[in-house]
């Protein structure tokens, strides 16, 4: 088969094949990584002579042929420290369940599987396998290709795990740029083309970014879908005629953040959304689908090195919302009035009483001054209830002026124009964990 074309970055494809199976069975056998596989790979298709070939007849057999003539897989694996952990004792994802629970049917009808890497720089997919046969040929005897088809899921299992060690060269994760990047491998593929994304769902990036995201409600949801269709980073285009499976939305390492199962369950729909959007209409069910097996447990420190520390994308845990900026503030104006006080009081003793949590002051205009002012007064506002919650006691608060905010939280959209003012210019008071 004739060699995949190269990344945008110019890096030179992997050709030496005794290197490629050494640095599978290497990442395998001192992280321990996948040990079941690794035991079912010894057993069934490994000769004893010489088992850094088990998988190798899968690239050489994909040579003479362009890649994806009988239909294509790629599998994305998000390497951002939000899933692996930034430090070699965290408690990372680990994708072995899903990939050895779905692969057969992730590879069903494909004559080619490719894996890549990713992080926040998108444009750097690593391949760790690149247009490998996913199915034996004709030659050699029946029982050669016999263990060569069973051998294929353990193969990529293989090539996931070691995609799973690689150190992310950026911090944070661009899920939707990597989406990108493998539509654009799978471009010249015939027959079945799917695409498979083992990541969080967590982008810090783009028109997607979620650092900010409260994580609740159609409002936001519609938001960040209309923007990414406006940006062109979605387009009906970008996954037209190729079914797509996300694995592990809300599933970060041990130490980061955690979902609650509502914010997992938001985000899964924010994802089908997207998904939806980079499709055709309309979208049919087989397009984009979600399946949420993968584990967290704690990674040895060679399989796990450190890893740059993504952006932080935190899940509120509570937000005390004060719709109408009136009861706080005279028209352009960021002095706290009187009749506030009372009401931050009560919000300042129920802060006082959670530990560990970090408090986001977030301030908010109507449309009607300039850009400028409504950044400079969104962010008045909010380090006046910032400065205010610090003099009552709570800790570890942050004000962050976000100036005229994409809907009202909890409305449906349903005001009317001085019901939707009231709404804008307010500030909201978030808990995050």
């Known amino acids: 088969m004739t060699a995949a074309p190269p990344t945008r970055t110019g890096r030179p494809a992997r ?14 056998s001192t992280a321990l990584l996948l040990p079941a ?85 998108a444009h750097d997919l690593r391949w760790v396998a690149r247009s490998w046969a996913a199915k034996p040929g004709g030659s050699g005897n029946e029982e050669n290709r016999r263990r060569r088809a069973g051998a294929v899921p353990r193969c990529v299992a293989l090539a996931v795990a070691e ?8 911090g944070g994760s661009d899920v939707l740029g990597a989406v990108r990047e493998a539509s654009a491998a799978l471009a010249g593929t015939k027959g079945t083309r799917r695409l498979v994304v083992l990541t969080d769902g967590l982008p810090t990036t783009g028109c997607a970014d979620l650092r900010d995201s409260g994580f609740e409600g159609k409002l936001e949801t519609d938001a960040i879908v209309q923007r990414c269709r406006a940006d062109k980073e979605v387009t009906p285009e970008t996954l037209a005629s190729v079914e797509t499976v996300l694995v592990g939305l ?38 984009c689908a979600l399946t949420t097996a993968a584990a967290a447990r704690p ?49 300042a003793v129920e802060l006082r009483g959670l530990d560990g949590v970090r408090v986001r002051v977030l301030g908010y205009v109507d449309p009607r001054g300039g850009p400028a002012n409504n ?12 400065s205010e919650l610090e003099r ?38 978030v808990v995050v964990r």
Not at 163 to 170: E, F, H, Y
Not at 265 to 273: D, I, S
Not at 375 to 386: G, I, N
């Open 15 to 28: 050709s030496a094949s005794a290197s490629r199976a050494g640095r599978l069975v290497r990442a395998v």
């Open 37 to 121: 596989l690794v035991a079912g790979l010894v057993s069934g298709c490994v000769p004893a002579s010489g088992s850094e070939a088990a998988c190798d007849w899968m690239r050489k057999a994909a040579d003479g042929a362009p890649p994806g003539e009988e239909g294509h897989t790629v599998i994305l694996v998000d390497v951002s420290s939000s899933v692996r952990g930034s430090a070699p004792t965290s408690g990372g994802v680990d994708h072995a369940a899903a990939v050895t629970q779905h692969v057969g049917r992730w590879l069903d009808g494909v004559g080619t599987v490719s894996v890549a890497a990713f992080d926040g720089d």
């Open 163 to 170: 995609a799973q060690t690689m150190v992310p060269g950026r």
């Open 250 to 287: 809300g599933r970060t390492a041990r130490d980061e953040p955690q979902a609650s199962p509502a914010q997992s369950e938001w985000l899964g729909g924010l994802w089908q959304r997207l998904c939806a959007a980079a499709h055709p209409k309309p979208a049919h069910a087989a397009d």
């Open 299 to 347: 990674l040895g420190e060679k399989e796990s090195p450190r890893r740059p520390r993504d952006p932080a994308v935190t899940f509120p845990q509570r937000t005390y919302k004060q719709a109408g900026a009136r009861a706080f503030f005279d028209p352009n104006s960021s002095v706290l009035l009187p009749r506030a006080l009372p009401r931050l009081t009560r919000v």
């Open 375 to 386: 950044r400079k007064l969104s962010q008045a506002r909010a380090d006046a209830v910032k």
């Open 392 to 429: 009552l006691g709570v800790r570890n608060v942050t004000a962050v002026g976000k100036g005229v905010p994409d809907g009202c939280p909890g409305t449906g959209g349903d005001l009317g124009r001085e019901q939707k003012l009231q709404c804008d210019r307010r500030v909201d008071i």
